[in-house]
């Protein structure tokens, strides 16, 4: 299985990107997990920060791989415990599914975007700044695999 995760934002500080690689040092190899970084789209004073995502939405959809499934990190999406994100990981895998996480930036994903993935997803009702999604998510994905494969790391 492949897991790419797809993020909006360039140059993380350092804690991120150790955050991150402690994480992906843990997960199995055979994930095939990379990380396609895309940059953040500025605008200007003059417009609504609304083209700014669609700028963004664009340059992430020609990066996706369309045979995979998509998941888009969104406040707007379902909710889901770590038990239950371990279940659908291992359906997914059964499926032979490549999966792609995708992060939005500080101004989050359009809707058009949403409604063109195939599961949209929300880590918590609180908001948490993009970058750290990052590190979240991985660590999610890590705590998800440990669950599936008995590691004492979960504990209910």
């Not at 605008?43 to 963004?56: D, H």
């Not at 359009?110 to 750290?132: G, I």
Request: glycine share 4%; net charge positive; charged share 25%.
């Amino acid at each position: 299985m492949k897991v790419t995760i797809i993020a909006v934002g360039t140059k993380m500080d350092r804690w991120i990107e150790d955050g991150c690689q402690n994480y992906i040092n843990r997960l199995p190899k055979k994930w095939e997990l990379r990380i396609i970084e895309i940059v953040q789209k500025n605008y200007q004073s003059n417009q609504s920060s609304k083209r700014a995502i669609e700028l963004e939405c664009e340059t992430i959809v020609k990066k996706i791989d369309r045979s995979s499934y998509v998941v888009a990190l969104d406040s707007r999406g379902e909710s889901l415990t770590s038990r239950f994100l371990s279940k659908r990981i291992s359906r997914w895998q059964m499926e032979g599914l490549n999966l792609t996480f995708v992060i939005g930036g500080p101004d989050g994903l359009s809707k058009e975007f949403l409604n063109e993935c195939d599961f949209v997803w929300s880590m918590s009702d609180l908001t948490f700044p993009h970058p750290l999604v990052r590190v979240i998510l991985l660590e999610q994905l890590y705590r998800a695999w440990t669950i599936t494969t008995n590691h004492p790391y979960h504990r209910s």
